[in-house]
């Protein structure tokens, strides 16, 4: 831990209660103009995550322990961190080395996206009402980064089998720690198979009821103006193209090779729907629709695929 300036030691002399600490970092946080987005919303939820990780507390941080004192060393744990979130704008996910997903508590690190979906309120209602849960015995998580949906949908999912794929090795280094650490404990590490493959290629013939990704869909223009704590996260979770759509016609055209006759495609494209929507106008996509927020995520069956699979041809071949 590097030493704390003057300056700073002075700020922070009067702090003494994780009450202080919660309040002086909320005010800190939003005078620095930081983002929230990587697992809070605000500054007082992200100075809570950080104070606890520092003080080895679990959370939520209720109210009873505002009051506790903070020892020198404590205080300069804490301190230390919140620092850093200000000085080098890193997410608190970064810092603390894990986040939530559908519950359940994943490791992360700069290898990999930090997990935030909307499809997390999908896999906790067991896809219903889209989907028939008796029908989803096999599970693709496609682009799967930290493994986080393939890794929820097999903990939500009992009967189902799922396979995480993804290209790049660091990912799957990630994705593979939090197999052995949430699989183990649920005893379910063996319906879960990790797969180095870019996008289809290493899949062979094998087929999913239900193939679920977050790939990347992010447009260069928007690239370039994102909050700089995006810029710790691995730009190849995001860069798609020139409009972001690259991967998400590459999905659409050959996905129906790998879904069951009965099978789904539910996929994530955020601020590209309108633009995929303007492309692909008479494919009757299916917008989900998110309680506790989110947008951009639509479902076709395997038969809808194949019906426009022409159309998706051709948006691929357009310059």
């Known amino acids: ?175 593979s720690e939090n197999v052995r650490r949430l699989m183990n404990d649920a005893g379910l590490q063996e319906r879960v198979r990790v797969i180095e493959s870019d996008l289809f290629s290493a899949l062979g013939g094998c087929r999913y009821d239900l193939i679920l990704s977050n790939p990347p869909y992010v447009g260069r223009a928007e690239l370039a103006a994102l909050p700089p704590e995006y810029a710790h996260e691995p730009e190849a979770a995001f860069a798609a193209g020139a409009e972001g759509l690259d991967l998400v016609l590459r999905i659409l055209h050959q996905a129906p090779d790998y879904l069951s006759e009965q099978g789904a495609l539910i996929l994530e494209v955020g601020n590209t729907a309108d633009l995929l929507q303007e492309r692909l106008s008479r494919v009757p996509f299916v917008w989900l629709e998110f309680e506790h927020g989110g947008e951009g995520v639509f479902l076709l069956h395997r038969e809808q695929l194949i019906d426009y699979h022409d159309q998706f041809a051709q948006a691929m071949a357009a310059p």
Not at 26 to 40: C, E, I, K, V
Not at 48 to 68: E, F, G, K, R, V
Not at 110 to 129: C, K, N, T, Y
């Open 1 to 175: 831990m590097d030493p704390l300036s003057p300056d700073l030691l002075a700020d922070t002399r009067d702090l003494i209660t994780i009450g202080d600490f919660v309040r002086w970092a909320s005010s800190r946080f939003n005078q620095a103009g930081l983002f929230f987005g990587h697992g809070t919303g605000n500054a007082v939820d992200e100075a809570c995550w950080l104070i606890a990780a520092a003080l080895h507390l679990s959370l939520p941080l209720t109210p009873d322990l505002y009051p506790c004192r903070l020892t020198p060393s404590e205080r300069a744990e804490v301190i230390a961190l919140l620092e850093r979130r200000v000085r080098e704008r890193i997410p608190a996910a970064y810092l603390t080395g894990y986040a939530w997903f559908a519950g359940l508590e994943f490791a992360v690190d700069e290898a990999v996206m930090i997990p935030r979906s909307p499809i997390a309120e999908l896999i906790q209602h067991q896809f219903e009402p889209w989907l028939d849960l008796d029908q989803m015995t096999a599970v693709l998580d496609l682009c799967a980064g930290s493994g986080c949906i393939g890794i929820a949908t097999a903990a939500y999912l009992p009967r189902a089998r799922v396979d995480l794929a993804e290209r790049s090795a660091e990912a799957l280094r990630v994705a």
